[in-house]
C-alpha cells in the first residue's frame, strides 16, 4: 500500500511503481510490435492496450532504457507455460475426430458423428497457426465466384455466387423463395440450412436480415464450414444422423435442403421428423435439388425414373403425415409450410413422441416419432405463440416466458435483464473500442442466459453464436424466439467448429458455472482453440474465480487487463480482458516462431 507523506498526499511504494512500470513498457512494446508490421495480424493488441491507464505519473519516458529495469521475481508460483502443439494439430477439430462413424446409403458416404476423446487422450498443448496464417478480411469483403464450389486467387478465397449450387444465382434463387415465404418483412428472421457447403445461402440471406445456422459435416479434404466461418457466415460442424440436432424445438422460421445428399425417406422419416421438431409452427421447408424435378435430370443423376418418383412420393406422404402443406413446386425448388397447430391440419397417423421434453436433445438419440405441437384453444392460434416481426421480436417479452415455461424468469425479470446487458455492453465499448466495429465479427457467447449480450450488440456487423451450457438454466428457445441463434454445448468437451473461428468470446460466469466440472484450464485451452490469433475475449466473474483464470491465461500468450465492475471497484463482480497474440507454428518442429 501506498503512503501519506507530510503533505498529505499519497506516495507509492518502489514495489508499486516498478510494477506499473513494467506492465505499461509491456503494453507499450506489444502496440509497437503489432503497430511495426512484423506480425501478419492487425493492430488490434495496440488498439486495445491504447485504453490501458497509463498515465499514474506525468515524467515516465518509454525509450529504450526501460529495458534495463530489474524485473523482481514475484514470491508466488509462477503460471503454468502451456507449450504448443506439433503443426500437424493445426486444424484439429476434438470432437470430430474419433472412430464413431455414421453412413448414409444411397450416397454410400461416411461421415463422423460428435465423439470426444477420453481424458487421457485430450491434447493439454496450444493449437498452433499454420506458418504463413493470416487474419481473414474485415467484413464484408468477400469475392463471389461465378461458378464451382471454391477459388483461390492470390491471396484472395473466391466463394460461390451462383453455379452448381445455386444455377441462377443465390440472389435469384432468394428472391424465388421470398416470392412465396415472407423474408422481406421480417417474419421470417431464423433459418437452418443442412448440409450447407460454404454456406452461401446464409450469406446472401444476411443481406436480408436473416440469420442462417448453417452446418456441415468435417471433410478432411474440403474443409467447408471452415471456409464459411472464414468469410463471416455462422456455422458448425454437425450431420444428421442418430443423435439429435443441438438446437431447442421450435426455434427455426425457415429450414433447407439444396442438394444437401440427406436421405429423407430412410430410418421411417426420420430426419424429416427432426427437421418438424426444430422448425417453428407456420415455418417453411425448401427441398432444393434431388428428387425434385427428376423428369429433367435422371439420367444426370444416374438413377432410374422409378426410384425418384418412388422418392419424392414417399417426401409427399411424410410432410402430409407431419401436417406440411405443400405451397410450391417449380423446377428444381419444392416449399411446404408447416400447419400452425395441431387443430388446423388431419393427420392420417400420428406416431406422436410421448412424455420426453422435446429441448432435451444433448446427446439424446432420435426415435421415428413427430413432435407434438403445444396445445391451442382455437384454430386461429400460433402454437407455442405467436411472435413479432423482426426487429420487434428482439426486445419483445418472448412467448416462453409469457406462457411462464422458463422456470423463475417473468416478463418484468426479462425487460430488466435487457436492460442490465444494454449498460454492460455499453461499458464493454468503453473497455474495447473495437466492440461494433467489423473487426469482431464473429462473436461467441459461452453462458448466453436470455440472450442480452448478443441483442445488446445486435448490428449487421457482426453476429453472436449464443452458447447455452448444458449444466445451466435451458433458455435457448427464447434466444430464438428473440430472432438471435444459438446451440448447446458443454464446455467440458471441444465445440463443433474449427480452430480460429471467432473473433470475440463472451464469457460471463462461465468459470465459476463449472468450477466442480471440468477444468480450468482445459475450458481455457478451448477457448485458445476457437479463437483467432489477436481475438479478444471478455471475462465476468467473482474476483477470485478471475484471478485463478488470469494466472493460467498468462501461461496461454495472452495479454490480460482486470477491470473494475462497470458499478465501481468495490462490486465483487470483476471483468477480466485477454488478448490472444499473434504466432504461428513453425515448420521444423513444435516450437512457434
Known sequence: ?????????????????????VLCGFFYMLGAWQKSGFGKGDTIASQITKQADCNIFTDL??????NDVEIVEPSEPKAKVFKPCDVKYSDYTPCQEQDRAMKFPRENMTY??????????????????????MTPFPWPKVEKAVQNWVQFQGNVFKFPGGGTMFPQGADAYIDELASVIPIKDGSVRTALDTGCGVASWGAYLLKRNVLTMSFAPRDNHEAQVQFALERGVPAVIGVLGTIHLPYPSRAFDMAQCSRCLIPWTSNDGMYLMEVDRVLRPGGY?????????????????????????????????????????????????????????????KRKSANKCKSRDPD??????????????????????????ELKKFPSRL?????????????????????????LWKKHVNAYKKMNSLIGTRRYRNVMD????????????ESPKSWVMNVVPTTAKNTLGVIYERGLIGIYHDWCEG????????????????????????????????????????????????????NKVRKFAEGMRWDTKMMDHEDGPLMPEKILIAVKQYWVGSAGNSTSD
Open 495 to 546: 465445440f463443433s467448429t474449427y480452430p480460429r473461428t471467432y473473433d470475440l468470446i463472451h464469457a460471463n460466469g462461465v468459470f465459476s458455472l463449472y468450477e466442480n466440472t471440468c477444468k480450468p484450464e482445459d475450458i481455457l485451452l478451448e477457448m485458445d482453440r476457437i479463437l483467432r490469433p489477436e481475438g479478444a475475449v471478455i471475462f465476468r466473474d467473482e474476483v477470485d474465480t478471475l
Open 61 to 66: 519516458s518509454f525509450e529504450t532504457h526501460h
Open 446 to 457: 459461452m453462458n448466453a442466459g436470455l440472450g442480452g449480450f448478443a441483442a445488446a450488440l
Open 360 to 385: 432435451d436433445v444433448w446427446y439424446k438419440q432420435m426415435e421415428t416419432c413427430i413432435t407434438p405441437f403445444p396445445e391451442v384453444s382455437s384454430t386461429k392460434e400460433v402454437a407455442g405463440g
Open 1 to 21: 500500500m501506498g503512503k501519506h507523506n507530510s503533505s498529505g498526499s499519497r506516495t507509492r511504494s518502489p514495489l508499486s511503481i516498478l510494477i506499473v512500470i
Open 112 to 133: 463422423r458423428e460428435r465423439h470426444c476423446p477420453p481424458e487421457d487422450e485430450k491434447l493439454h498443448c496450444l493449437i498452433p497457426a499454420p506458418k504463413g496464417y
Open 285 to 345: 421447408w425448401i427441398l432444393s435439388g434431388p428428387p425434385i424435378n427428376w423428369k429433367t435430370y435422371y439420367q444426370t443423376w444416374k438413377r432410374s425414373k422409378e426410384e425418384l418418383r418412388a422418392e419424392q412420393r414417399s417426401i409427399e406422404e411424410l410432410a402430409e403425415s407431419l401436417c406440411w402443406e405443400k405451397k410450391y413446386e417449380k423446377g428444381d425448388i419444392a416449399i411446404w409450410r408447416k400447419k400452425k397447430n395441431d387443430k388446423s391440419c
Open 395 to 419: 426486445f419483445d417479452v418472448p412467448p416462453r416466458i409469457a406462457n411462464g415455461e422458463v422456470e423463475g424468469v417473468t416478463g418484468k425479470s426479462y425487460q430488466e435483464d435487457s436492460k
